[in-house]
């Protein structure tokens, strides 16, 4: 009677001989010889075996042979035979890779992307991987900053597209979240959402800069492009200032986290900039209360808002003159039936 272990461990032998063979195929190169064509090295498995092999290797070569003379279309449809009949095989990924840097030479960048970004989705375990995150950036920024992806074989330019650069920075930000790319990706996004005017998804990636990636070399300068991001959305002194007390916020701590940067005399123009914005409100509220309503108690407590928003400033010593008169008008104050209070004299 067979053992109640041996059909678990047949399965777990047949699993590490799977393991093992996988891990063949992973070590598994394929290499280019002008003269010999494509062969596999470092491993023993190509993915597929017997005439699948020989017609995937033969579309290889025919590919390979017509990109060096030139024949890129004649290439293109033979890397696309292989990428689609041949997903598993260690040819799928050669053939997507070639054709993304056929494409990328005539400037076709959406294609580029979307071949470069097939091997990252089908193969995350590629020895190109850094090689190919880096290819998607230099796309992205090409497109964010202006070049025209070409149609028609790559002979026409198209339109200009940065939501389209925006979508690669994302996708590049979501399969490679730790590398060098992932923070340049994001400050690149808010570039991108800035230059359309969407100012509040340029923060909301400024944000997630400063929260995900605290110790960048580029964090400095996302605390410092938030704090004037929020400094843009502030309309006045008669409007809502939560924009002004966000813009403060972010110069504080910027020049409080990084007081021997390059950028602290623009943060501290900014930051007085916010000041006065803030107390120029107050005053504005309080000249309200005492002018439009002769409520002297909520212009007291406005104007001396003022003072504290930005003591020693030219903003605080009018809003001082304003208390000063504020007190005098509240001495003089009428009484109820509209006559002034007498005073007696006493001898």
């Excluded at 056929?102 to 995350?124: G, W």
């Amino acid at each position: 009677m067979p053992s109640l272990f041996a059909r678990p461990l047949a399965a777990l032998s047949f699993l590490i001989l799977v393991l093992g063979l996988s891990a063949g195929a992973a070590r598994a190169e394929l290499v280019w010889n002008a003269q010999t064509g494509w062969r596999v090295e470092g491993g023993v498995l190509a993915g597929i075996s017997g005439p699948e092999a020989r017609n995937a290797l033969e579309l290889m070569n025919k590919a390979r042979a017509a990109e060096e003379r030139g024949s890129n279309s004649t290439a293109l449809r033979a890397y696309k035979k292989v990428t689609k009949k041949y997903p598993n095989s260690i040819y799928s990924a050669e053939a997507l890779y070639r054709t993304a840097k056929i494409r990328l030479a005539r400037k076709q960048y959406f294609d580029a992307f979307d071949s470069f970004h097939m091997i990252i989705v089908r193969y995350p375990n590629t020895k190109r991987f850094n090689e190919i995150i880096g290819e998607e950036y230099r796309i992205a920024s090409a497109l964010l900053d202006g070049a025209r992806s070409r149609i028609l074989w790559g002979t026409i330019p198209g339109l200009k597209n940065r939501n389209k650069a925006i979508e690669y920075f994302e996708a590049i930000l979501s399969f490679a979240p730790y590398s060098d790319y992932a923070p340049l990706a994001l400050m690149n996004i808010a570039r991108g959402h800035l230059k359309q005017g969407n100012t509040e998804d340029a923060i909301d990636a400024l944000d997630r800069m400063i929260n995900n990636y605290p110790q960048s070399l580029l964090t400095p300068d996302a605390y410092l492009k938030l704090a004037q991001t929020h400094a843009k959305l502030v309309d006045g002194p008669a409007y809502d200032q939560g924009s002004t007390k966000q813009a403060l916020t972010y110069f504080e701590d910027f020049m409080i986290l990084y007081p021997n940067d390059a950028g602290i005399p623009t943060a501290a123009k900014g930051l007085d900039a916010m000041k006065v914005m803030l107390a120029e409100s107050k005053i504005k509220i309080a000249d309200f209360y005492f002018y439009k309503r002769s409520n002297y108690t909520a212009a007291r407590v406005f104007y001396n808002e003022a003072i504290t928003a930005y003591p020693d400033s030219p903003v605080a010593a009018r809003a001082k003159l304003k208390l000063a008169e504020v007190e005098a008008k509240a001495a003089n104050k009428p009484s109820p039936n509209g006559e002034k209070k007498k005073r007696f004299f006493f001898f």
